[in-house]
């Protein structure tokens, strides 16, 4: 079966998931399809130990040739990005401005060292032989927040202004930065030569900061593309030239795609939508991409949770996969919670805040995807043919299955009550 033919298979059973569950289940639509698909692999690998079909062998080829990896980096992530940034409001994020930018660096930073050195720590003290260096490997594709599953499913529930503010513009924007450090790491663990402070003070400013610039200048060359025409359909048209054609530049030029998504899509979503695109364009260009982000997203979810088919599951594994989930957890809420300590210096904040944050930095497919780039073969325990990719990946997938299934499905309660302190104290 070619690669289309699977993925227009993945999409039907993503879309299937998605029906039954608004006709019965009522959950978030992106939580029940990862559900739906984790349901689905668990029946395959039952099914397969107990002899009553073999799919598990074959489900997992056909999911291996799609390649998670470059399907989400280099193809779908450019449309979710751009989808998200169209929906963020400038005056939001800048009254926002500096509590995001300490969110998405210094908190990314923390949560990177603290989770590297306390595995470690850990690692030593079971016995598990895992360096320090890949330690905080881990620490570093797991720290910064998913944009697309934040946006999935937090944004969604129309949190307090403020805190829907920095959830969204944190995960949006740490990306950039989180790469530099993972790649820095990865370079040292893999690579041939080893990095110098010029050579990551360089790489960030021309993955970073270029790819904010290239986005300013895309967002701006696709602004006078759209306002030159006033036919309906052309202006709905070229927004699709921004995350396609723009996307996959970003990449010949060496410049973060994804925040030049992220910057153009603030662009035309706060400045093209009121004085470049038709009255009617304006009026359904949400609609428009509302649609195209729940398809894509769709068929990412249902990826995530049919994942666990190309995983192998040794007893370490387990363990350290049980471990991952509350140290994510206790990094991610010290990060927050240091972040505030300097905030509330300055201003006033809704008291549930912390909690939100915490509970809602959600991971994602973006961790599962950098998780996937780390090679196979750098053996672990040799006798067990245990190898760092595969403690990487199914860290990653615990904890991602976890922040997206619980977490995500358990936050409403707090953020409603975040809202009726909102309402009570704005009276």
């Known amino acids: 079966m070619s690669v289309y033919s699977t993925l227009c298979f993945l999409a039907a059973a993503a879309m299937l998931i998605a029906f039954i569950n608004s006709k019965i289940g009522k959950m978030q639509t992106t939580i029940a399809i990862t559900a739906g698909a984790l349901v689905l692999s668990l029946g395959i690998i039952v099914a397969g130990q107990n002899g009553w079909f073999h799919l598990e062998d074959v489900a997992a080829a056909q999911l291996g040739e799609i390649n998670f990896e470059n399907f989400l980096l280099k193809g779908i992530l450019g449309f979710l990005l751009f989808a998200g940034g169209l929906g ?176 153009s899509g603030i662009m035309i979503g706060n400045w093209t939508r009121y004085i470049g695109f038709s009255k009617e364009s304006e009026d359904h260009l949400d609609h428009f991409w509302e649609l195209v982000d729940e398809f894509l997203n769709g068929v990412l979810f249902l990826l995530i949770g049919m994942s666990m088919l190309q995983f192998s599951f040794h007893q370490e594994d387990w363990i350290l996969m049980v471990i991952a989930v509350p140290l994510v957890l206790l990094s991610r809420f010290l990060s927050i919670k240091l972040s505030y300590a300097g905030f509330q210096r300055y201003r006033d904040y809704n008291p549930l805040s912390v909690k939100i944050l915490t509970w809602g930095g959600l991971r994602g497919g973006l961790a599962l995807a950098m998780a996937m780039a780390i090679p196979a073969g750098v053996m672990v325990i040799p006798d067990k043919n245990i190898d760092v990719r595969e403690i990487m990946l199914v860290m990653t997938y615990s904890v991602v299955v976890f922040s997206i299934l619980v977490q995500g499905s358990t936050i409403t309660p707090l953020i409603h009550k975040a809202k009726l302190w909102e309402a009570e104290n704005n009276a």
């Not at 041939?192 to 960030?204: C, K, R, S, W, Y």
């Not at 759209?226 to 709905?236: F, G």
Request: charged share 10%.
């Open 88 to 263: 963020i409001k400038l005056p939001h994020l800048e009254d926002q401005k500096w509590e995001i930018t300490t969110l998405a660096l210094a908190a990314t930073l923390f949560s990177t060292f603290f989770i590297g050195f306390s595995l470690w720590g850990i690692c030593q003290t079971l016995g598990i032989p895992l360096d320090l260096i890949y330690c905080l490997i881990f620490g570093s594709l797991i720290s910064p927040t998913d944009p697309i599953a934040v946006l999935a499913i937090v944004k969604k529930l129309d949190a307090p202004k403020r805190i829907s503010t920095q959830i969204e513009g944190e995960s949006l924007f740490n990306d950039g930065f989180g790469l530099v450090i993972f790649v820095t790491l990865f370079t040292i663990a893999f690579g041939n030569e080893a990095p110098t402070v010029l050579g990551v003070g360089q790489l960030f400013v021309q993955e970073a900061i270029g790819g904010i610039a290239y986005g300013f200048a895309l967002g701006l060359i696709f602004h006078y593309l759209i306002s030159s025409t006033n036919d309906h359909s052309m202006e709905l048209l070229l927004t699709l030239g921004v995350p396609t054609a723009g996307y996959v530049f970003a990449d010949v030029i060496h410049v973060s795609g994804p925040l030049a998504m992220v910057v």
